[in-house]
């Protein structure tokens, strides 16, 4: 069936290094695709998104890239740092709903 | 300004009880959804409302649950009759936009409410 799904269920990073959480989708005509961080008993927060006629896009200190030909989708944290500790998912829009994976726990080491 | 608020934020029933959960939108968003967190897991898409029109509530896991949304602002989420399959968080989204367009399109969480049904 299609899902969105991430690579690793954990990842463990030390501060100051840049992570890099991946995730892979099958549904190939999702045309929006969104990063969210949650922290233990909070909602997820908005990260970045994009949409798929782009490949890659920017924020502070975050960048999303979509490679639409191997249906994979990842964010670059720069400089971790321990409030970056949290479960990262992604999610994918199909039609007016998000479909989430199952995320990625990232652990910084001081 | 406010963000998407829920309460309460932890609800303890016994098995066979009726709960009702509350969800208050950011003001003016046209959108609002729910979404079921089981533990270890990522949300699961359960209901869609374009103002006071619920569009889409095929995630509804049986008809224990309901959604309403009757102003086209607050939203409440009722579970019946409830089970311990049922426990998880509720998490309450809202957006700006109608959903299902082409463009960008951002969903603004809640802090949800933890439901444990012994």
């Known amino acids: 069936g299609e899902s969105v799904g991430l690579h690793l269920p954990t990842l463990s990073v030390q501060e100051g290094d840049n992570s890099i959480i991946n995730c892979a989708y099958s549904?190939?005509?999702?045309?929006?695709f969104i990063w969210y961080k949650q922290e233990s008993g909070k909602g997820p927060q908005f990260i970045i998104d994009?949409?798929?006629?782009?490949d890659k896009r920017q924020g502070q200190r975050v960048t999303v890239l979509l490679n639409k030909t191997v249906k994979h989708l990842s964010l670059q944290i720069a400089a971790t740092q321990p409030g970056d500790s949290a479960v990262y998912f992604c999610?994918?829009?199909?039609?007016?709903?998000?479909?989430f994976g199952a995320g990625t726990t990232v652990t910084v080491r001081a | 300004g406010a963000g998407v608020s829920q309460s309460p934020r932890y609800k303890v029933a016994k098995r066979g009880q009726d709960v009702a959960l509350r969800c208050d939108p950011i003001?003016?968003?046209?959108?609002l959804f729910w979404y079921q967190q089981a533990l270890g897991q990522g949300p699961e898409f359960l209901t869609y409302?374009?103002?006071?029109?619920?569009?889409?509530k095929s995630g509804l896991p049986s008809d224990r649950f309901f959604a309403e949304r009757p102003e086209g602002s607050v939203s409440t989420l009722k579970i019946q009759r409830t089970q311990q399959e049922d426990s998880a968080v509720y998490l309450c989204?809202?957006?700006?936009?109608?959903?299902?367009?082409?463009?960008?399109?951002?969903?603004?969480f809640g802090p949800g409410t933890r439901l444990l049904v012994l």
């Open positions: 999610a994918e829009r199909r039609v007016h709903k998000l479909s």
């Open positions: 989204a809202s957006s700006p936009r109608l959903a299902g367009g082409r463009g960008q399109e951002t969903q603004y």
């Open positions: 994009i949409r798929s006629n782009m």
């Open positions: 409302f374009q103002n006071e029109a619920q569009l889409d």
């Open positions: 003001s003016g968003h046209v959108s």
């Open positions: 549904n190939s005509a999702s045309d929006y």
